[in-house]
Nanobody, 122 residues
Framework: QVHIVESGGGLVQPGGSMTLSCAAS????????MAWYRQPPGQQRELVAE???????TYAHSVRGRFTLSRGNAPNTLSLQMNSLKAEDSAVYYC????????????????WGQGTQVTVSS
């Protein structure tokens, strides 16, 4: 009922930049949280950045000052601008969206994107 399409990702050199985008579609009444997570090889998935209904993005300590999370111009879209990338930023990045199905408003949902690989290497 709700689908997420992620774009961006790929190979970038250390110090470079990359933008990830996420768009949700389907029977969406309201979105109250959008977030990017990442999972490095052999490690657990971790929260990178999130934005809730107050529109104030919050960031993991490891990316603060380098990554910028913003809502897109279209409804239910999200972008993650990543600057000054480091090798340790290499991971599969996942978009997650939480909200309410509708109209009319019914059940809550939380949906993950399929993931996109980001590799930072020279």
């Amino acid at each position: 009922q709700v689908h997420i399409v992620e774009s961006g990702g790929g190979l970038v050199q250390p110090g470079g930049s990359m933008t990830l985008s996420c768009a949700a579609s389907g029977s969406i009444w309201n979105v109250y949280r959008m977030a990017w997570y990442r999972q490095p090889p052999g490690q657990q998935r971790e929260l990178v950045a999130e934005i809730k209904s107050d529109d104030v993005p919050t960031y993991a300590h490891s990316v603060r000052g380098r990554f910028t999370l913003s809502r897109g111009n279209a409804p239910n879209t999200l972008s993650l601008q990543m600057n000054s990338l480091k090798a340790e930023d290499s991971a599969v990045y996942y978009c997650k969206i939480e909200g309410i199905l509708g109209p009319p408003p019914t059940d809550a949902f939380n949906v993950w994107g399929q993931g996109t690989q980001v590799t930072v290497s020279s």
